[in-house]
């Protein structure tokens, strides 16, 4: 509709090889985002499972963004995709932080203590202000939903996706990574 009268646009460029590329990238970026957070958890805390808990969230959080797209009818693209690489980073923090709080509140349990408190209590002490930094980080691409033309078509996939992604990490950091735990 922006194109002056008599003026068309014929698609010649084939982009599935871009997109195909873009989703190994992608595919790439999660396993390598895994084996970081894995190597350090044991690295730091030495434990195996507690790097079992924070990998868990990285395919799922993702997972809840494409359910959200779908629901809301949104096509996969670059961009869109570029979205979830860029929260991927993000999306993993708040697992690891309750993860060490938990250890750390084990590591102070007296002899005979219940682990089973100890656990409630870290994760209540860290799990609402995880939640809502989260939260504010989701928030934060909210002026990107105000793009018009073309610049709202370009990158209001990747604001969707990143903010899809986000806001189930911040999900997940309350209700699974606690049960995990």
């Known amino acids: 509709s922006g194109l002056p009268e008599g003026v068309e646009v014929v698609s010649v460029y084939d982009r599935s090889e871009l997109i195909h ?9 999660l396993t390598e985002e895994s084996l970081i957070v894995a ?6 805390l030495l434990h195996v499972r507690s790097a079992l808990v924070a990998i868990v969230m990285l ?3 993702v997972l809840i963004a494409f359910i959200a797209m779908r629901l809301l009818g949104m096509n996969s693209n670059i961009m869109s ?5 860029i929260a991927i980073g993000a999306m993993v923090d708040a697992a690891i932080v309750m ?4 250890h750390k509140h084990i590591e102070r349990l007296p002899p005979g203590g219940s682990r089973l408190q100890a656990m409630i209590d870290a994760c209540k002490e860290v799990g609402p202000a995880l939640f809502f930094s989260l939260l504010i980080i989701t928030v934060s691409f909210l002026p990107v939903f105000t ?21 189930g990490a911040a999900l997940l950091s309350v209700t699974l990574v606690p049960v995990l735990m």
């Open 21 to 29: 590329r873009a989703i190994e990238t992608l595919k790439r970026t």
């Open 39 to 44: 190597a350090v958890c044991v690295v730091f």
């Open 59 to 61: 395919p799922i959080g």
């Open 81 to 85: 995709l570029g979205g979830i690489a």
């Open 99 to 102: 993860i060490e709080n938990a």
């Open 147 to 167: 793009l018009e033309a073309q610049e709202g078509r370009l990158f209001s996939p990747l604001a969707y996706t990143k903010t899809f992604s986000m806001a």
